[in-house]
């Protein structure tokens, strides 16, 4: 079975528009998503504009602010600060990465909780490993309703994640947890990591290496997410962290580069935005 993050998420952001449709009348606006990019990485423009696309598709109003690679670390807070203040903004996002001479780490834990819906505010990544309501990180988050909606059965089983970043991995792993999964984490210190992702029953990989996990690494039947995106050296097409041809046959279930976990996280991004509107209005 191949999960295709396409097909989900359209259907997802098709009942989001329903809704978003009633809010006019109920609270007399739509909620809205200010994107901040600064610089022009052609995969940030791209991200960007993804999100400005499907905030088009769901209703939300999006407004993308560009600044220019050269801004000042001291500018962009002042920008974050005045988002914060404006009752009319519900969702803020800074697209990372920053330049180097910005830390994203100060810029991050300048927005308004309230508003993160990246969730990557630490306190919202506190909340997450307290098991507190919070707003959870897209990208883990949509990998949970994949899962969902393939109808894979989590509690007790064994998982693996391979990556332990703090925007995929380690949320991943702690959700996985909260379905009550077996997790083990492996990074680029695992000791012989092929024998670690055999034991998988759900494997789910987030490195950024393409093709790095092969047919020899996944056991028969395995549930495979790949998170990875990357360009493939040899076609320079995208493809995953996983060798999807190659694994496809032994899976039980995956998801396809592209195609897969990334429309699921921009629609959660969209549910993330929905969600802020609404509790400031609750
Ligand atoms: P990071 O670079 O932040 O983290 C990579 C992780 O992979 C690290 O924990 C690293 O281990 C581990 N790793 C690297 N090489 C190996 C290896 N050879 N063996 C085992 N582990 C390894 O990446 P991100 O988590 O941000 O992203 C991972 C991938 O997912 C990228 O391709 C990115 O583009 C993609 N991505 C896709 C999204 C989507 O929506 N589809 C969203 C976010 C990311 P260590 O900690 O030891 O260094």
Redesign the pocket.
Same mark, same amino acid.
């Given at each position: 079975m191949i999960i295709s993050g396409k097909e989900l998420s359209a259907r997802l952001k098709a009942d989001m528009a329903a809704e978003v449709a009633t809010f006019p009348a109920r609270y007399g606006r739509v909620p809205h998503l200010a994107v901040i990019l600064v610089g022009e990485d052609p !995969?940030s423009v791209s991200y960007v504009t993804g999100k400005a696309k499907a905030s088009a598709e769901v209703g939300i109003r999006n407004t993308t602010i560009r600044r220019p690679d050269t801004i000042s670390e001291e500018e962009l807070l002042g920008i974050v600060a005045e988002l914060n203040a404006d009752a009319g903004v519900d969702g803020i996002l800074v697209q990372l990465p920053l330049p180097r001479h910005i830390s994203e780490e100060r810029v991050i834990a300048a927005i308004d909780k309230a508003k993160d819906v990246d969730g990557f505010h630490p306190l919202n990544v506190a909340a997450l490993w307290q098991k507190q309501p919070c707003t959870l990180p897209? &990208?883990p988050k +949509?990998i949970i309703k994949m899962l969902k909606a393939a109808g894979v059965e989590l509690a007790g089983r064994e998982a693996v994640v391979? +990556?332990?970043?703090?925007?995929? !991995?380690l949320p991943v792993a702690k959700l996985l947890l909260d379905e009550n999964a077996t997790v083990t984490v492996?990074?680029?210190? &695992?000791r012989d990591?092929a024998e670690v992702t055999r034991r998988a029953e759900i494997l789910v #990989?987030?490195? !950024?290496?393409p093709k790095?996990v092969t047919a020899d690494m996944v056991a028969e039947g395995a549930v495979v997410i790949d998170?990875? #995106?990357?360009r493939d050296p040899e076609t320079g097409k995208l493809c995953?962290?996983v060798d999807y041809a190659a694994i496809e046959p032994k899976a039980s279930v995956i998801t396809p #580069?592209p195609g897969? #976990? !990334?429309?699921? &996280?921009?629609c959660c991004l969209m549910e993330n935005t929905i969600e802020c509107f609404l509790r400031t209005r609750k």
């Open positions: !995969g897209c &990208t +949509g391979v +990556g332990r970043s703090n925007i995929v !991995g492996a990074h680029s210190r &695992t990591l #990989v987030a490195i !950024g290496r790095f998170v990875g #995106v990357n995953g962290d #580069v897969g #976990v !990334g429309p699921m &996280t921009i």
